[in-house]
Structures are given as C-alpha cells and as structure tokens.
C-alpha cells in the first residue's frame, strides 16, 4: 500500500477510467488529476503522439528504473546497518551511503 501511495501518479497512467474514479476515492488532488488525465487520454493528438508498443516500452523502463532505485536503496541501507553495528559515527554513515541522518537513526 506505501508503494501504490508512493507511485499512484504513476500508476494512473496505466488505468482506465473507473480504476481512477476508484484510486482517487476522497482525494480531491487525485480526483483534480484524474480529470485532466481523462482528458488527455480522450485528445485524439497525444493518442497518435505514441503507439501502444512505444507507451509499453516506457512503462516497462519506468518499472525498471523503480526497481533499479529501489534496489539501490536497500543496498544503502544494508551498508549502513552493517557500519551502524561498527559503531560508525551516523555523519561518516551519512556521508558515505547518502541517507539523511533521520534514515540512518531509523535502522
């Protein structure tokens, strides 16, 4: 559910129309951006900008760039599980890995 919430702007690009009315449920911004998505995917110009192969083409290396980050993240995170457990100051953990001090103190 944190991931869907995380990328739910992604997400929408790929759904019909009622999936949106469903993940917009109470979310007025959801709701504001579900609108203008409609109207774009009903313009006949942007429909004809990309066909369906190209549009599955960007999906696919989006989800790969997702998973790409995703995956760095955790290695990040297991580095400094692992330099914490050293007893490394948390600004050396910081600096080295990239995570903010808050991240490192929530391992």
Known sequence: M????KYKYLIMFDLDKDALK?????DDFVAKYTDELTK?????EFQ????YEE?????????KKMSYNEGQNDSKLEIA???????????VISKATGLSNDEILKL
Not at 22 to 26: D, Q, W
Not at 40 to 44: E, F
Not at 55 to 63: A, H, K, P, R, V
């Open 2 to 5: 944190k991931n869907i919430n």
């Open 22 to 26: 469903t993940l917009s449920n109470g």
């Open 40 to 44: 774009l995917n009903d313009n006949d």
């Open 48 to 51: 004809s900008w990309m066909t």
């Open 55 to 63: 549009d599955q083409q960007m999906i696919l290396n989006t989800e």
């Open 81 to 91: 599980k692992s330099l914490l457990q050293q007893k490394i100051n948390i600004d």
